[in-house]
Protein backbone atom coordinates (compact mmCIF):
# COMPACT_ATOMS: atom_id res chain seq x y z
CA UNK A 1 0.00 0.00 0.00
CA UNK A 2 1.47 3.25 -0.83
CA UNK A 3 1.63 6.10 1.72
CA UNK A 4 1.26 9.46 1.09
CA UNK A 5 2.66 12.13 3.71
CA UNK A 6 1.69 15.26 1.39
CA UNK A 7 -0.43 14.60 -1.40
CA UNK A 8 2.03 16.70 -3.58
CA UNK A 9 3.19 14.24 -6.03
CA UNK A 10 0.08 12.75 -6.64
CA UNK A 11 -2.41 15.55 -5.90
CA UNK A 12 -3.93 16.37 -9.42
CA UNK A 13 -4.74 12.52 -9.00
CA UNK A 14 -6.07 12.60 -5.72
CA UNK A 15 -8.39 15.75 -6.35
CA UNK A 16 -9.85 13.91 -9.13
CA UNK A 17 -10.72 11.21 -7.15
CA UNK A 18 -12.16 12.93 -4.29
CA UNK A 19 -14.04 15.07 -6.77
CA UNK A 20 -15.47 11.90 -8.20
CA UNK A 21 -16.18 10.83 -4.71
CA UNK A 22 -17.95 13.93 -3.54
CA UNK A 23 -19.89 14.22 -6.70
CA UNK A 24 -22.91 11.76 -5.61
CA UNK A 25 -23.40 13.14 -1.95
CA UNK A 26 -23.15 16.47 -2.88
CA UNK A 27 -24.69 16.66 -6.48
CA UNK A 28 -24.25 18.50 -9.24
CA UNK A 29 -25.98 21.70 -9.42
CA UNK A 30 -25.13 23.91 -12.49
CA UNK A 31 -27.85 26.82 -10.88
CA UNK A 32 -26.79 28.06 -7.54
CA UNK A 33 -29.15 27.22 -4.68
CA UNK A 34 -29.36 27.63 -0.79
CA UNK A 35 -28.05 24.84 0.91
CA UNK A 36 -29.28 23.00 3.88
CA UNK A 37 -27.91 25.88 6.53
CA UNK A 38 -28.84 29.05 3.96
CA UNK A 39 -25.37 29.10 2.41
CA UNK A 40 -24.81 30.10 -1.58
CA UNK A 41 -23.88 26.27 -3.05
CA UNK A 42 -23.38 25.47 -7.02
CA UNK A 43 -21.73 22.71 -8.51
CA UNK A 44 -20.85 20.12 -6.25
CA UNK A 45 -21.26 21.37 -2.67
CA UNK A 46 -19.01 24.56 -3.57
CA UNK A 47 -19.21 27.69 -1.67
CA UNK A 48 -16.47 29.53 -1.66
CA UNK A 49 -15.66 32.66 -4.33
CA UNK A 50 -18.16 34.67 -6.47
CA UNK A 51 -20.48 32.41 -8.10
CA UNK A 52 -22.44 33.04 -11.36
CA UNK A 53 -26.10 32.75 -12.60
CA UNK A 54 -25.59 29.10 -14.29
CA UNK A 55 -22.57 27.24 -15.22
CA UNK A 56 -22.19 24.13 -17.96
CA UNK A 57 -20.97 20.84 -16.94
CA UNK A 58 -17.55 21.29 -18.38
CA UNK A 59 -17.62 24.27 -15.46
CA UNK A 60 -18.46 22.68 -13.00
CA UNK A 61 -16.18 19.40 -13.41
CA UNK A 62 -13.00 22.24 -13.74
CA UNK A 63 -13.98 24.23 -10.38
CA UNK A 64 -15.22 20.97 -8.55
CA UNK A 65 -11.47 19.41 -8.98
CA UNK A 66 -9.98 22.86 -8.43
CA UNK A 67 -11.95 23.09 -4.92
CA UNK A 68 -11.41 19.50 -4.18
CA UNK A 69 -7.55 20.29 -4.87
CA UNK A 70 -8.04 23.45 -2.64
CA UNK A 71 -9.21 21.32 -0.10
CA UNK A 72 -6.70 18.49 0.08
CA UNK A 73 -3.90 20.99 0.06
CA UNK A 74 -4.75 23.15 3.18
CA UNK A 75 -6.00 20.03 4.94
CA UNK A 76 -2.46 18.35 4.26
CA UNK A 77 -0.58 21.48 5.99
CA UNK A 78 -2.50 20.04 9.31
CA UNK A 79 -1.44 16.05 8.20
CA UNK A 80 1.80 14.83 10.26
CA UNK A 81 2.39 11.50 9.19
CA UNK A 82 1.80 9.15 5.98
CA UNK A 83 -1.56 7.99 4.89
CA UNK A 84 -2.75 5.58 2.49
CA UNK A 85 -4.47 6.52 -0.68
CA UNK A 86 -8.23 5.52 0.94
CA UNK A 87 -7.05 7.79 4.15
CA UNK A 88 -6.73 10.67 1.67
CA UNK A 89 -9.78 10.79 -0.49
CA UNK A 90 -12.03 9.82 2.83
CA UNK A 91 -10.14 12.59 4.47
CA UNK A 92 -10.81 14.71 1.47
CA UNK A 93 -14.33 14.57 1.24
CA UNK A 94 -15.08 15.15 4.57
CA UNK A 95 -12.96 18.33 4.78
CA UNK A 96 -14.64 18.84 1.38
CA UNK A 97 -17.86 18.98 3.37
CA UNK A 98 -16.84 20.85 6.34
CA UNK A 99 -13.95 23.03 5.36
CA UNK A 100 -10.32 22.40 6.17
CA UNK A 101 -10.72 25.52 8.97
CA UNK A 102 -12.59 23.03 10.82
CA UNK A 103 -11.13 19.56 10.01
CA UNK A 104 -7.48 21.29 10.92
CA UNK A 105 -9.12 22.01 14.39
CA UNK A 106 -10.73 18.63 15.12
CA UNK A 107 -10.19 15.80 17.39
CA UNK A 108 -10.18 13.82 14.36
CA UNK A 109 -6.74 15.68 12.66
CA UNK A 110 -5.38 15.32 16.75
CA UNK A 111 -6.28 11.76 16.59
CA UNK A 112 -4.41 11.43 12.99
CA UNK A 113 -1.27 13.53 14.37
CA UNK A 114 -0.45 11.53 17.98
CA UNK A 115 -1.36 7.97 15.33
CA UNK A 116 -4.63 6.72 17.38
CA UNK A 117 -7.05 5.49 15.32
CA UNK A 118 -9.50 8.28 13.85
CA UNK A 119 -11.47 7.15 10.98
CA UNK A 120 -14.86 6.43 13.63
CA UNK A 121 -14.25 10.19 14.03
CA UNK A 122 -15.47 10.74 10.80
CA UNK A 123 -19.28 9.55 12.04
CA UNK A 124 -19.59 12.13 14.59
CA UNK A 125 -19.61 14.94 11.45
CA UNK A 126 -23.43 14.32 10.28
CA UNK A 127 -25.36 17.66 11.56
CA UNK A 128 -25.90 20.92 10.12
CA UNK A 129 -27.51 23.60 11.24
CA UNK A 130 -27.35 21.96 14.73
CA UNK A 131 -29.42 18.87 13.61
CA UNK A 132 -28.32 15.47 12.79
CA UNK A 133 -28.74 14.80 8.99
CA UNK A 134 -29.46 11.22 6.97
CA UNK A 135 -27.62 12.03 4.29
CA UNK A 136 -24.64 12.97 6.10
CA UNK A 137 -24.93 10.02 8.23
CA UNK A 138 -24.87 7.98 5.02
CA UNK A 139 -21.93 10.05 3.45
CA UNK A 140 -19.77 9.83 7.25
CA UNK A 141 -20.83 6.17 7.14
CA UNK A 142 -19.24 5.54 3.50
CA UNK A 143 -15.98 7.89 4.32
CA UNK A 144 -15.72 5.78 7.44
CA UNK A 145 -15.54 2.58 4.99
CA UNK A 146 -13.17 4.08 2.37
CA UNK A 147 -10.90 4.95 5.54
CA UNK A 148 -10.37 1.62 7.46
CA UNK A 149 -10.36 0.04 3.67
CA UNK A 150 -13.61 -1.43 3.34
CA UNK A 151 -14.32 0.29 -0.20
Same mark, same amino acid.
Given at each position: MKRLVVPAAAATLLA? =?? %? !? &???PWEGNELTPYRDIVGVWTWC? /???? /? +?? $?QHYTQAECAAINRAEAGRQLA =?? =???????? +??? $???ALGS?? &??? !?ASAAC??? *???? *?? %? /?? +??? %????KW? &? %?G !????? !??????? =?EY????GEE
Open positions: A =AV %A !G &YVRS /GVTT /G +PH $Q =AV =AKCVHRPL +PEE $QWIWS &YNV !GRST *LMRK *LN %A /GQ +PWC %AELLD &Y %A !GRKVR !GLTRRRQ =ARTCI
